[in-house]
């Protein structure tokens, strides 16, 4: 099953990016970046039943990241939205010069 | 009276059917879960109602944790369900709702270029992950067949897991705490109002 297993993880992946480049809705966005993660994790966990167990220690610290992440990430989004009334990022351009 | 193993109910399974049933069984269930998995990531990356895109996003997340226990990772699945499923998820739709961002954007997806450049970097991803995919391994870093199930038929689904967690990753463990740590005061730090003396 590790073909099959990253097949879909790849399959997964690609849809989180495609899905990062056309959103402009912030929160989408971010949640595409999950999507990623979990693609990722998918792939450990068929490698893990391949090679080892060490592969599902690393989907625990992989899952602990992205709890960090959403927690600041989603601070940092609605720090945004206090500023500028909207989560669209054609509208988010501080650094754009 | 015996103690309820997985390595008796593995057994009492085999026996009350005929042989091969149980891996055609283990095979469509996989698929099944797999092709619904992309399925909803495809209607969450294209719903334009962010609610709506949540709950897909949640509902491939379910099928990635039934795809873990059958990857034999039963632990990583309950934790997929609980913390993905179940926590990180209901953040993103409590902020949904906090922002009052239910309605949707009108259009919020792209316009053409970007799909062109999106679907492009995605075609070329793929062809990459699936090159790098064929590459072998050599056969002495291989486990044997099975050999993931039958640790769990051993020790159980979290002892295999916990052991190396605690012993060769005890530092990369002890460093997620400070992380999490680090992680919850920069939330509130960001969270705050700024110049309001009521919010201190």
Redesign the interface.
Known sequence: MLAEALFFSAVLFVIGVFGVLIRRNAIIVFMCVELMLNAVNLSFVAFAQAYGVGGQVFVFFVMTVAAAEAAVGLAIIIALFRHRQTVDLANINLLKG | MTPFTPALLQEAVSKSMPHGTLSILY?FH??LF?LI??VS??L??TRKS?VA??LW?VN??FC?AA??V????Q??GV??VL??AG??MV??LF??M??N?GK??AG???KIG??L???A??IA??AE??AL?RAK?PIN???PQGF?AQ?IAENGAIN??AA??FN??LL?FEI?SV??L???V???V??K?RGDENAR
């Open positions: 095979t996989f698929y797999g998995a992309i990531a495809l969450f990356v962010p895109a949540v996003l491939t997340m990635l795809l873990y059958l990857l034999d990772a632990f990583i934790i997929q913390v993905y926590a990180i953040v993103f902020v949904i906090l922002l961002l949707g954007l919020d997806i792209r970007w799909k450049v999106g679907g970097v995605a991803i793929l992950v699936f995919s391994t870093l291989t486990l993931a640790q295999p897991l190396p967690l060769e990753y990369a997620t992380l999490l680090a992680a919850v920069g939330a509130v960001l969270g109002q």
